[in-house]
Every structure is written in C-alpha cells, then in structure tokens.
C-alpha cells in the first residue's frame, strides 16, 4: 500500500491505528487516574519508544536469518512491519519502572495506567497480522458442514490461504476486550494485563509460525514465545500484588 512517498504495509498503519486510540486514551484518562498531562508527556514519549525498539529487537532476533540477508529492512518498519509483542512489553516494563523510581509511585498504579493503552497497540498488532499473515494459527480439518467456529481461511506469512486456527482474530478481540477491563479496573488494570499474557501463551500452543524452541518437554520442546509469555503473565501479577511507598497520583 503506498501512502505518499513511502510504502507503508496494511499491518503498520493498524499498529499505528491502536497506537493512536492509546495516545488518546492516555490523555483523556490521566486527570481521572491522577496523573498531570503535562509532566507526564515525556514519560508517554519513553514508553512508545521502548516499545518500539523492544518490540523490533525482538522481532529481528526471532528473524535474524532473513534480516542478515536484508539488513537494509531492519529499521524500514515503512516497508517491513513487524514487532514482537514480548519484546515490546519488556520495553514498556523497563521505562515504567523508571518512572516509578524518578517520580515515587508504586509502579503498579504506573503500569495499570499504561494497560489499557497497551492492550489497545496489542489489538491494533493483531487485527494488522490478520491480513499480513504474521503469528498465523496451525491449519485445522474442516469439520462436517462446514469449518468450525474457531477456525477461518486465512493467509500466512507466505500469502497461502487455509483453514487455519484464527489465532490472530481471537488475539485481536481478547485484546480489545481485556483493554476496557484494564479501564474498568483502575489502579489494579495490570491484572487485565496478565490476563492477556497468560491467553497469548495459551495461543501460542495453536500458532505455526516458526520460532526459537527450548528446553524439553516430555522429550520435546517447547515454543520460546510460550515460556515468554506465562513469564509476563507471571511477572505482571507479581507486580500488582508488589505494593511501593510512595505517592499513587500527581
């Protein structure tokens, strides 16, 4: 799709899209959670960057084939989208508890404020892979009569059409809805946060992108984004119920 001089692929703009409606969230919402807009304007600008480099970084390790025949695509998000959710989350988690410690709030007041606008960039990532064909779901038998509720014909990476698990569909709307958990939940909207993480592991097990596999399990292994996502979920409730001194709003 090209949009001006560049190209700019269907998957960014969606990222982008969910990006946009964060931002707005943020600064609708941050008088009501207690937070100044005006101080806390560089603190947004530091986590959508640490999201953006944690979440590319990740993708090209999980890609480094491909990128060390394409070094030119690597910052071309214009022409190469691509972003690993795992990555991006450490990045968000790395600049919140910077904030926590410069400013003394408890970082799970921080990070509950962050989570509906990260579970909005999530939604955005996977409705965009839905066209792309990234993190696409295991092709499934059709069943009699028809395909079965949750499946669809979808692409993936390769453009290659079947009767796949709809993976990034459920990721999608899982992700919109834990958003307005996250919301609903105020100061302990984190925990909408772990619920997602602990879902996208639980998707993972219905994925067939190929990724970097670990470790033994029953005399097999055991998908690296799996075991970095319950480790999310895990950390995320950790640090919600990990309670900081220190102002919660202001």
Same mark, same amino acid.
């Given at each position: 799709?090209?949009?001006?001089?560049?190209?700019?692929?269907?998957?960014?703009?969606?990222?982008?899209?969910?990006?946009?409606?964060?931002?707005?969230?943020?600064?609708?919402?941050?008088?009501?959670?207690?937070?100044?807009?005006?101080?806390?304007?560089?603190?947004?600008?530091?986590?959508?960057?640490?999201?953006?480099?944690?979440?590319?970084?990740?993708?090209?390790?999980?890609?480094?084939?491909?990128?060390?025949?394409?070094?030119?695509?690597?910052?071309?998000?214009?022409?190469?989208?691509?972003?690993?959710?795992?990555?991006?989350?450490?990045?968000?988690?790395?600049?919140?508890?910077?904030?926590?410690?410069?400013?003394?709030?408890?970082?799970?007041?921080?990070?509950?404020?962050? $989570?509906?606008?990260?579970?909005?960039?999530?939604?955005?990532?996977?409705?965009?892979?839905?066209?792309?064909?990234?993190?696409?779901?295991?092709?499934?038998?059709?069943?009699?009569?028809?395909?079965?509720?949750?499946?669809?014909?979808?692409?993936?990476?390769?453009?290659?059409?079947?009767?796949?698990?709809?993976?990034?569909?459920?990721?999608?709307?899982?992700?919109?809805?834990? $958003?307005?958990?996250?919301?609903?939940?105020?100061?302990?909207?984190?925990?909408?946060?772990?619920?997602?993480?602990?879902?996208?592991?639980?998707?993972?097990?219905?994925?067939?992108?190929?990724?970097?596999?670990?470790?033994?399990?029953?005399?097999? $292994?055991?998908?690296?984004?799996?075991?970095?996502?319950?480790?999310?979920?895990?950390?995320?409730?950790?640090?919600?119920?990990?309670?900081?001194?220190?102002?919660?709003?202001?």
């Amino acid at each position: 799709m090209r949009v001006g001089f560049w190209w700019i692929s269907v998957y960014t703009l969606k990222v982008a899209a969910g990006a946009l409606i964060a931002g707005l969230w943020l600064w609708h919402r941050a008088p009501r959670a207690g937070f100044d807009r005006r101080t806390i304007r560089p603190w947004i600008w530091g986590v959508a960057l640490a999201a953006l480099i944690g979440g590319r970084a990740g993708y090209v390790l999980g890609n480094l084939p491909y990128f060390a025949q394409h070094p030119a695509l690597l910052l071309r998000l214009d022409r190469l989208g691509g972003l690993h959710g795992g990555g991006a989350m450490i990045g968000v988690l790395l600049v919140a508890g910077l904030w926590s410690a410069m400013t003394h709030r408890s970082v799970a007041v921080v990070v509950s404020f962050l $989570s509906p606008a990260v579970l909005f960039v999530a939604a955005g990532a996977w409705w965009g892979c839905i066209d792309a064909g990234c993190a696409w779901g295991r092709e499934a038998l059709a069943a009699t009569g028809g395909a079965r509720w949750e499946t669809r014909l979808l692409p993936d990476i390769y453009q290659t059409l079947a009767l796949r698990y709809a993976v990034q569909p459920a990721g999608a709307i899982g992700a919109l809805i834990l $958003s307005l958990l996250a919301a609903a939940l105020g100061k302990r909207g984190g925990l909408a946060l772990a619920l997602y993480w602990l879902a996208a592991a639980g998707l993972t097990l219905l994925r067939a992108d190929p990724v970097p596999m670990i470790g033994t399990v029953m005399q097999g $292994s055991i998908r690296l984004d799996t075991v970095v996502s319950l480790a999310l979920a895990i950390g995320m409730v950790v640090l919600m119920l990990h309670k900081v001194k220190g102002k919660d709003g202001g």
